[in-house]
């Protein structure tokens, strides 16, 4: 069966500051992994896919199959970047997502 | 576009008495929907995947008699929680996965509805 680990409930960065939120798999399978956000009252929202190698917001997130991770990385983070992030695993017929436990990340001014 | 609404937004309801929960995708058609369950301060658990003209799969763990799922269209989906219990009380998520996507990437994604907060007194 499938895993993800965030490991930090909590994280605290100032604004400007270099920002990673860490994610760890595990699946026996060839993953296919992504990062949702939740910003306060709002629902959840897809901020990447490693599929598609792609930054948004300045975020970006690199598969490491060796150490089967994907951690989130920002270098200047700003206060709008503070929300809820969990990080997800797609697997099975119907691709559904297994999510980590989730990360809240405050970005002080 | 790609958008999720769930109703009601929230709901009390007395302990023994069921409650019906909509997901509809409003600008595209989903086969396929899942339902998560989602504690205070935790993360989204995987109920049950609903599947458009068939039976619900449900994860381990989930009674079906008890989480009542049923895709009638290809733009909604509604779980029942029956005989509802304070243990029930929970966040109510749905998502959908694009029936027609527009990109090989864009089919592995899933647009998540509002949520439906569930008080049962």
């Known amino acids: 069966a499938q895993r993800v680990t965030q490991p930090e409930k909590l994280l605290s960065v100032f604004k400007g500051a270099p920002v990673e939120l860490k994610c760890n798999y595990s699946?026996?399978?060839?993953?296919?992994l992504f990062w949702y956000v939740q910003y306060s009252r709002q629902r959840l929202q897809l901020l990447l896919r490693?599929?598609s190698r792609e930054s948004i917001k300045g975020f970006t997130a690199d598969l490491n199959k060796g150490e089967t991770s994907f951690h989130l990385k920002k270098p200047f983070a700003q206060e709008e970047d503070s929300a809820m992030y969990y990080c997800?695993?797609?697997?099975?017929?119907?691709?559904?997502?297994?999510f980590g436990s989730g990360t809240q990340l405050t970005v002080l001014p | 576009g790609a958008v999720v609404s769930q109703h009601p937004s929230w709901v009390i309801c007395k302990s023994g008495t069921s409650v019906k929960i909509e997901c509809r995708s409003l600008?595209?058609?989903?086969?396929?929907m899942f339902w998560y369950r989602q504690f205070p301060k935790q993360s989204l658990m995987l109920m049950a995947t609903?599947?458009?003209?068939?039976?619900?799969?449900?994860e381990q763990g989930v009674e079906k008699d008890k989480f009542l799922i049923n895709h009638a269209s290809l733009t909604l989906s509604t779980l029942t929680v029956t005989s509802a219990h304070p243990e029930d009380s929970s966040f109510y998520i749905c998502?959908?996965?694009?029936?027609?996507?527009?990109?090989?990437?864009?089919?592995?994604?899933?647009?998540f509805g509002p949520g439906t907060r569930l008080t049962v007194t």
């Open positions: 600008d595209f058609q989903a086969t396929t």
């Open positions: 998502s959908a996965r694009d029936h027609l996507p527009a990109s090989k990437t864009a089919a592995h994604e899933q647009y």
């Open positions: 490693h599929i």
């Open positions: 997800a695993l797609s697997a099975g017929s119907a691709r559904q997502l297994t």
């Open positions: 609903s599947n458009e003209g068939s039976k619900a799969t449900y």
């Open positions: 699946y026996s399978g060839s993953p296919e």
